[in-house]
């Protein structure tokens, strides 16, 4: 009786959450995600498809150690004062226990490294080559080259964005081209993160004898238009959490015009305006004290 009682509670509690999964209209995808983004990038979408993996492992694994624990709580609970029998050193089973986790870590270490591998791929000419500066507590984006040729300005100046007291930096790139961040601090260690992106470097500052020490850089195809915000991730001092910017994905040929007039000498704002991405900075704003606000933090 009691035993009946114990499967239909257990088949109802599967029944209800079979109805939440049902009722709440998400994907096999989504559901497996656990609230992990998918991403906007070729590499964040490896690194998703790992994540996804990765669940479905940890769940059978846990769905079968979890089945182990109930049965044997069931099927060897204390009947009487008599002593059951007792076994120890049995190989086979010993000899399982070491191994099924061993293969686990095993197969978890494969997929890492091969999503690992590709995320950290670098082809040697990138399509996009865009500086990313950091400085505290703000960012500057210098669009260095494309397609293997140098950008500049009409002076000859670098093509630079970098944001004021009363708007973020705009940094703006192409989907469907390699775009590789080089990334340089001028004064402490910042993180350039963009949480669409699945991905955070952090910028390290340096130089010896005109180059820097350490040059982290990385690169990535995004496959999605759109705005996305971007964030320093390492505590750089006091603003930090100010230190904000935006990613702004157009297409290849928005890209190229925006470009074009960006070398024509026209500035962030009228460029982005120009191809029809105003407003400019939709993500996030930026700092702004009211005058008590001032006061309290100093
Ligand atoms: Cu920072």
Redesign the pocket.
């Known amino acids: 009786m009691v035993a009946r009682g114990r499967g239909r509670t257990g088949a109802l509690v599967a029944l209800a959450a079979l109805t939440v999964f049902a009722l709440s209209g998400c994907s096999i995808d989504e559901a497996f995600a656990f609230g992990w983004p998918n991403g906007i990038s070729q590499q964040a979408h490896t690194m998703h498809g790992m994540w996804i993996g990765s669940v479905i492992a940890a769940l059978a694994v846990g769905v079968l150690v979890w089945a182990l624990i109930f049965w044997c709580i069931v099927r060897y609970r204390k009947r009487s004062e008599e002593l059951p029998p007792q076994t120890r050193f049995n190989m086979p089973l010993e000899f399982l226990y070491t191994f099924v986790p061993f293969l686990v870590v095993s197969v978890l270490f494969y997929y890492t490294a091969v999503a690992q591998t590709y995320v950290n791929h670098k082809t040697p000419n990138p399509d996009v080559v865009v500086d990313v500066i950091?400085f505290k507590?703000n960012w500057k984006f210098q669009h260095t080259s494309v397609d293997g040729a140098d950008v500049s300005g009409p002076a000859g100046q670098p093509i630079t964005t970098i944001g004021a007291s009363d708007y973020v930096p705009v940094l703006v790139v192409p989907t469907g081209k390699r775009i590789e961040f080089r990334e340089h601090s001028q004064d402490v260690v910042?993180s350039f993160w963009v949480p669409e992106m699945l991905f955070k470097r952090d910028v390290f500052p340096g130089e010896r004898e005109g180059k820097p020490v350490l040059e982290n850089s990385f690169q990535v195809t995004i496959d999605r238009e759109g705005a996305f915000v971007g964030r320093?991730a390492?505590l750089?001092g006091a603003y930090?959490s100010m230190?904000n910017f935006e990613m702004r994905v157009v297409s290849p040929a928005d890209f190229e015009q925006y470009l074009t007039l960006r070398e024509q000498g026209r500035s962030t704002p009228e460029a982005l305006q120009a191809i029809g991405q105003a407003p400019y900075a939709t993500t996030t704003s930026p700092f702004q004290r009211e005058p008590e606000q001032q006061d309290k933090q100093g």
């Open positions: 950091a507590w910042h320093c390492e750089c930090h230190m």
